[in-house]
């Protein structure tokens, strides 16, 4: 069906000012915040679950590829449709639906933004806790497809540890009701089940979230070490000890230094690596904790801990690590950032090998990562213009993924599989392990019009295909 | 498939699959094992995955009801069985699939006892949260199927927030797993949330992996008396919005205390316990805080919250500070155990003071616990049974027991009216599964009430998981 004809059936159902089919318009709806691209035929923006479910039975009717969007600041390519199509954005669905301060729970819309949420409910010494580094930008909607993470997953754990209830559009446009404002219900947890399924089996239009209290203290340490193995000991180290902090992050050395002169943060320019740490609690437990991560990091050769006297001094040691990512960028024309797990005890290991990855495959690799829970972040320089780069990255980060999972980890922590990593799904599952997820989605998308071609390896038939528009559709 | 031939021809190719001692179909034995009196033809006790992948093959093809069991602690839970073709026990899947103490992560077979895990990572100063009742019995796979949880729920969360890994086999005989076993994984969905509470519907679980925590240097518990629940939960309110983060968070009504202080060691059976009148349970003041060294109010009229505290000299200090006057007294030590262990087996408690009681899992948003538990004490005067709570009241997670006053059993009918009482209560979102009662009366009601999931997605899935019905068929909710 041409593109025209799909416009004016969603006109009909969204008005049609709120359609776009231009190819001006739609490619702006071609990326996200990874590398993938793909143009969606039609870009429609529905205000409420009618909507959604009409745009649904219309796509299923069709059968028009279907990929729900929030933001765009997606890393995996999970809302970038990979067979043209109809992209459905929820960014007029941004309403705050309740929120029920007494049982800490709020119910919103899919486009409300992750730190407009915390914002909202700030007054009730309260605050939405999933913080991907987009949460600025970034939905619950798009937080909820992708179960997202940040730097305070540590403690807090991911989106689904703060998600109680969900109202999903299927693929067949019947609108779902999963869990509630308790925590557990009778039944099935498809509330949890759903979480994380980057837009495959549905779209959510209502989100019942966790609220949880803002902490009386925090304090912000930064060490400062000569080695990574120091820092990677450091991490293992406070762990082990009991020590609970909500944020335990690394940058590298050569990751520190592209920072400090784009920033000033104050690290020093010779430093091998540096740990942020952040502890929050109860006054008495957070200072007890700083005092034993100060011994810690001492124990393990830190030249400096420095801890952050107040907010403004807070900001400025964080600011090294928000802004980690654009300094490298400052580097290469581009950059790619792994997601790759590792069990905590291996994280010396694995920085010297990507150290190792980096001069075999002649690349620039900085390492930013969620420490704490052995979340690695390299982030692998290069030029998209050259395809011998563009190979060669792509080469390093199999290698790196393939010793995550050697090692007994995971190929992604919070970025989620979507297009960038489908077809590295099998160094994790099985061919049974696969067939049997494919069965939840194969009953809720039977068609595939949801994300197609995303999350699960093409069948083998399908997958060079799929390889060779992957690559066609890249900046 | 019921003639004593085909029975006989039932173990000898099971036999095949587990080896002839690891099956039985004696009458004594397999007796043993009924649920609700319905008694499985056979039991088995295969030792790995791979032997289960082949009973659940010759399952299928020949329409034979599996019911996997565990340490049995959990088994009263669900309708009356159809069938038990085959008992499936997971006693030998007691591997340690990885576990190094740096990385605080554990994976095990799914026979393995919670106090087996225990042992394992205790001598590492580690824990698994997972405080559910009878762990000497309790299987990591049963606590999966059945969402088990304990008090440490209130600052650890329940096995959704800290299992990470999974390994099955479906039903139609596959080995699958989904998850990894490190703390953060997004790749693929995310089929441990399916099976945890899936009461063995949707697969045979044969391990899991979980996140570990450190365990507390010092704890002690900090006991608050209270004339009502309101007051209580008054008091709740206040705790949950200061600055403390308490292990646990737990209220018990005045029977559940009583019950739990007498903890009967002999199997007399002990039932009449006064009902408070209605006048006595006072509701909507917020005011009637116990003082010190005021007299302390009868055990059977006082409603305590225990909250459980660890830290440091310091820390522990401050609870007591912001605790204030409400805490009659404090427990450390092997008190500060016993009380808990207490608490986490009132179930057992409750039914070996009766027989006949029974046990309701109430799972509800943090205001609603109050209304519906005076909706259950109402409805328990009404019915002839003394109501008798303790509850995770930080997270709206309650276990209602209703023993019986009347020395004779109560009528089926007493069961029913009192379940229906209690679940017109509870808001829509809300869930009450009955987890144990006698079977008559499972006759006559849906144990499991309820759901504010969408059945015909449920049943979807069950569908693409269990096509022939084989798992546990007849149990659950639909």
């Not at chain 1, 400052?330 to 010396?348: K, M, N």
Request: charged share 20%.
């Amino acid at each position: 069906m041409p593109a025209s004809a799909i416009a004016k059936e969603l006109g009909k159902i969204v008005g049609a000012d709120h359609v776009l089919e231009r190819p001006e318009d739609v490619m702006l709806y071609e990326y996200d915040g990874g590398l993938s691209t793909g143009t969606p035929e039609v870009v429609v923006f529905p205000t409420s679950k009618e909507e959604v479910s009409q745009i649904a039975r219309l796509a299923s009717r069709m059968k028009v590829s279907l990929v729900p969007r929030g933001a765009g600041t997606g890393l995996s390519g999970g809302s970038i449709p990979r067979a043209g199509g109809i992209v459905l954005v929820v960014s007029r669905m941004t309403k705050i639906l309740e929120i029920d301060a007494a049982n800490r729970r709020a119910v919103v819309e899919p486009g409300v933004v992750n730190s407009d949420l915390s914002a909202a409910v700030a007054e009730h010494g309260l605050y939405f806790a999933p913080d991907p580094a987009s949460q600025r930008a970034s939905t619950i909607g798009g937080n909820v497809a992708e179960n997202s993470g940040g730097a305070h997953t540590l403690a807090h754990g991911v989106t689904v540890n703060h998600i109680t209830g969900l109202e999903v559009v299927l693929a067949d446009g019947r609108v779902v009701q999963m869990g509630g404002k308790p925590v557990d219900s009778c039944g099935y947890d498809l509330t949890g089940l759903f979480v994380g399924t980057e837009g495959t089996v549905g779209i959510v239009t209502a989100i019942t979230v966790k609220l949880t209290k803002v902490a009386e203290a925090v304090e912000t340490l930064l060490a400062i070490f000569n080695t990574v193995d120091d820092a990677a000991n450091t991490v293992m180290s406070i762990t082990s000890d009991g020590i609970t902090p909500v944020a335990l992050e690394m940058l590298d050395g050569k990751t520190l230094r592209c920072v400090e002169e784009a920033t000033h943060a104050g690290y020093p320019m010779d430093s091998g690596a540096v740990l942020l740490i952040e502890l929050e609690g109860l006054r008495e437990a957070v200072t007890e904790q700083a005092e034993a991560v100060r011994a810690v990091c001492q124990r393990h050769q830190a030249r400096e801990v420095r801890r952050a006297a107040n907010e403004a001094e807070r900001q400025l040691l964080w600011k090294g690590r928000k802004t980690a990512f654009a300094a490298l960028g400052r580097l290469a024309p581009a950059y790619y950032t792994q997601d790759g797990v590792v069990p905590r005890s291996h994280i010396a290991k694995v920085l010297r090998y990507i150290e190792t990855v980096a001069q075999k495959c002649n690349l620039q690799i900085g390492n930013i990562f969620h420490a704490g829970d052995g979340n690695l972040h390299p982030c692998i320089l290069f030029d998209l213009r050259d395809p011998d780069q563009v190979e060669r990255t792509h080469r390093a980060g199999k290698m790196i993924l393939q010793y995550c999972v050697d090692a007994g980890g995971t190929i992604t922590g919070e970025h989620g599989v979507g297009m960038e990593k489908n077809e590295l799904m099998p160094l994790l599952f099985s061919e049974d392990d696969l067939a049997v997820m494919k069965r939840v989605h194969d009953v809720l998308n039977p068609q595939s019009v949801l994300n197609p071609q995303k999350l699960f390896p093409a069948p083998r038939s399908c997958r060079e295909t799929n390889i060779a528009d992957a690559q066609r559709g890249r900046r | 498939m019921t003639t004593t031939a085909a029975t006989v021809g039932l173990a000898r190719e099971l036999a095949g699959f587990v080896g002839a001692e690891f099956v039985t179909e004696a009458a004594a034995r397999v007796a043993e094992f009924a649920i609700d009196e319905v008694v499985p033809r056979t039991v088995i006790s295969p030792a790995s995955p791979q032997q289960i992948a082949a009973v659940m093959k010759y399952a299928g093809a020949n329409d034979l009801v599996v019911v996997p069991a565990g340490g049995f602690t959990h088994q009263h839970t669900g309708s009356i069985p159809d069938t038990i073709d085959i008992l499936l026990r997971t006693e030998r899947l007691k591997d340690v699939e990885h576990y190094d103490a740096d990385d605080m992560m554990i994976g095990v077979g799914a026979g393995t006892t919670l106090a087996e895990v225990e042992q394992i990572v205790g001598p590492h100063r580690q824990m698994l949260p997972l405080d559910a009742p009878q762990p000497e019995r309790c299987t990591v796979g049963g606590a999966l199927a059945a969402a088990a949880h304990g008090p440490l729920k209130h600052a650890y969360g329940g096995l959704r927030d800290y299992c990470t890994g999974v390994r099955f086999v479906t039903a139609d005989g596959k080995m699958a797993k989904a998850g990894a076993k490190v703390v953060k994984n997004v790749a693929g969905y995310d089929l441990m949330k399916l099976l945890i509470g899936s009461y063995g519907t949707i697969g045979i679980i044969t391990g899991a992996s979980f996140k570990l925590f450190p365990r507390p240097r010092q704890m002690r518990t900090f006991v608050a008396e209270f004339a009502s629940m309101a007051e209580a939960l008054v008091f709740r309110n206040r705790v949950m919005c200061s600055p403390l983060a308490p292990l646990c968070l737990e209220m018990v009504s005045p029977h559940a205390q009583v019950m739990m202080q007498e903890s009967p060691k002999s199997g007399e059976t002990r039932v009449g316990h006064p009902a408070p009148k209605p006048g006595e349970v006072r509701v909507g003041h917020s005011t009637g805080e116990t003082r010190a060294g005021q007299s302390r109010i009868k055990d059977s009229q006082t409603w305590r919250v225990l909250v459980r505290a660890g830290g440091s000299d310091a820390v522990l200090a401050r609870y007591r500070a912001e605790l204030g006057s409400a805490v009659a007294r404090e427990v450390d030590g092997e008190e500060d155990r016993e009380l808990w262990r207490r608490v986490t087996e009132f179930p057992r408690v409750l039914f070996e003071r009766s027989q006949n009681a029974m046990l309701v899992r109430v799972d509800v948003a943090l205001q609603d616990v109050g209304p519906v538990l005076e909706a259950t004490e109402r409805a328990a005067i009404d019915n002839n049974f003394v109501c008798a709570a303790v509850g995770r009241i930080g997270v709206g997670a309650l276990l209602v027991g209703l023993a019986p006053i009347a020395a004779e059993p109560p009528s089926a009918m007493q069961y029913v009216n009192a379940a229906s009482f209690l679940r017109g209560v509870a808001p829509r979102d809300g869930s009450a599964i009955v987890l144990r009662c006698p079977v008559e009366a499972k006759r006559h009601f849906s144990v499991w009430g309820s759901t504010p999931n969408d059945l015909e997605t449920m049943k979807s899935i069950k569908h693409v998981f269990d096509s022939k019905n084989i798992l546990n068929r007849g149990r659950f909710l639909f």
